[in-house]
């Protein structure tokens, strides 16, 4: 499976991004992690086939993933950016297969 992102940039405190990542094949389980600098990488969420979701607690309410299957794409709406926000995006599928990441700053 290949993957790739797309959406990263600049954006102020309070803005708003939106993460694409086309996929040559969608699996059960799709999902974003990112990796801020000095640290690891963690879960920024995860949307199954169901369209079941899962967050991790600091984007709840500010983050939105999706999934179109028809498009082989996975999105990442995030509203609200705080600069602790700041970090490479990682697509995944079933955390088996990775994108190249795409980076995202959030000034404050």
């Known amino acids: 499976v290949q993957l790739q992102a797309f959406g990263g940039g600049l954006v102020q405190a309070g803005g708003s991004l939106r993460l694409s990542c086309a996929a040559s094949?969608?699996?059960?389980?799709m999902g974003w992690y990112r990796q801020a600098p000095g640290k690891q990488r963690e879960l920024v969420a995860t949307?199954?086939?169901?369209?079941?979701?899962d967050y991790a607690d600091s984007v709840k309410g500010r983050f939105t993933i999706s999934r179109d299957n028809t498009k082989r794409t996975v999105y990442l709406q995030m509203n609200d950016l705080k600069p602790e926000d700041t970090a490479v995006y990682y697509c995944?599928?079933?955390?088996?297969?990775w994108g190249q990441g795409t980076l995202v700053t959030v000034s404050s």
């Open positions: 949307i199954a086939t169901s369209s079941t979701t």
């Open positions: 094949r969608m699996l059960f389980s």
């Open positions: 995944t599928a079933q955390g088996l297969f």
